[in-house]
T-cell receptor, first 111, second 113 residues
């Protein structure tokens, strides 16, 4: 049930764009995106619900393809503060509110 | 806004001892979750409460683990007879009514020697 994230790691120069993907083998009700910096708690970025409702960050966007059970997180004009590990958490249609997290994508933005 | 708080932030214990962690959710959040995270992995779901009712528990959760939320406010997670494999970051999250967003606390880092 654990979603698969890609890429595992990415290095960007400040101002460049990145896309992080998340895919599941099970039907999804929602996808949640978080960023975690070393030694800190995951910070909520975005939630995408089945049916198209979204809520999240004004500088980060995401898509949710319900049929393909996939989501992508788009980071545009990256800033140094974007560095960290990005996790997608998926809520299956039969999992209640429990989130299944991927292994994460490590993002490093350099000057 | 006061976020989710967890205590203690760090706990070192010897194998075989019992430990208890506390989580205080954001005010008026009715759902509370416990997750465990090991190095290089995403959080792993343990259990969640809606108000004081424990509605779901991971099948991976050993019977040495127990959680309570007696008055629907704060929650405790107890691990009995700790093992070295229990060493991890224990994260708590909470959600407001009619919203599926989960807000995480800073975590309690457990080290079992």
């Amino acid at each position: 049930q654990q979603p698969v994230q890609s890429p595992q790691a990415v290095i960007l120069r400040e101002g460049e764009d990145a896309v992080i993907n998340c895919s599941s083998s099970k039907a999804l009700y929602s996808v949640h995106w978080y960023r975690q910096k070393h030694g800190e708690a995951p910070v909520f970025l975005m939630i995408l619900l089945k049916g198209g409702e979204q809520k999240g960050h004004d500088k980060i966007s995401a898509s949710f393809n319900e049929k393909k059970q996939q989501s992508s997180l788009y980071l545009t004009a990256s800033q140094l503060s974007y560095s960290g590990t990005y996790f997608c958490g998926t809520e299956n249609e039969d999992s209640g509110y429990a989130l299944n997290f991927g292994k994460g994508t490590s993002l490093l933005v350099t000057p | 806004d006061t976020g989710v708080s967890q205590n203690p932030r760090h706990k070192i214990t010897k194998r075989g001892q019992n430990v208890t962690f506390r989580c205080d959710p954001i005010s008026e959040h009715n759902r509370l979750y416990w997750y465990r995270q090991t190095l290089g992995q995403g959080p792993e779901f343990l259990t969640y409460f809606q108000n004081e009712a424990q509605l779901e528990k991971s099948r991976l959760l050993s019977d040495r683990f127990s959680a309570e939320r007696p008055k629907g406010s704060f929650s405790t997670l107890e691990i009995q007879r700790t093992e070295q494999g229990d060493s991890a970051m224990y994260l708590c999250a909470s959600s407001p009514p009619r919203d599926r967003t989960q807000y995480f606390g800073p975590g309690t880092r457990l080290t079992v020697l």
